[in-house]
């Protein structure tokens, strides 16, 4: 996960990993955590778009 969040991170030109990263890392892997969150109307989009601002 943290690996996944490191390339988010970076793909986003940020220099540091945070919660959004993490967060993101989590929802775009297939899992429990991200059918729960998805189930909530939480995806990828929403969460960058969202969260980001």
Known sequence: MLEQSL???LGR???HIGTLHLLLALISRPGTVSEVLSDHGVTYGTAETT???
């Open 13 to 15: 030109k940020d220099n």
């Open 51 to 53: 969260l980001a601002a």
């Open 7 to 9: 390339r988010i991170a």
